[in-house]
């Protein structure tokens, strides 16, 4: 199982970013599929997840702003983020769950005050 992320950057607050995550070596359509982001010294957290049938949920501190969606034809997850903050600066990772923990590489969120 291979994830591979991207779409991170440097953003001003209020601004919008969309991450990707494409996953190879799993049948996709058949898991949930999460959003988590990590600050230095902080623990992961996880921000946002997707069923197999499309039902979502958010963690408090981005619902409203984030959507997090799939294309299970092109095997990826995304991550619609608006009206960032600056605390939403962190390292963002993809996460699977199929018989363990499987993460993509992170790609760094930087929102400027």
């Known amino acids: 199982v291979q994830l591979q992320a991207s779409g991170g950057g440097l953003v001003q607050a209020g601004g919008s970013l969309r991450l990707s995550c494409a996953a190879s070596?799993?049948?996709?359509?058949?898991?949930?599929m999460d959003w988590y982001r990590q600050v230095p010294g902080n623990q992961r957290e996880l921000v946002a997840r997707i069923s197999s049938s499309g039902a979502t949920n958010y963690s408090d501190s981005v619902k409203g702003r984030f959507t997090i969606s799939r294309d299970n034809v092109r095997r990826t997850l995304y991550l619609q983020m608006n009206n960032l903050k600056p605390e939403d600066t962190a390292v963002y990772y993809c996460?699977?769950?199929?018989?363990?923990?499987?993460w993509g590489q992170g790609t760094l969120v930087t929102v400027s005050s």
């Open positions: 996460h699977i769950l199929f018989r363990r923990d499987y």
């Open positions: 070596g799993i049948n996709f359509r058949l898991n949930s």
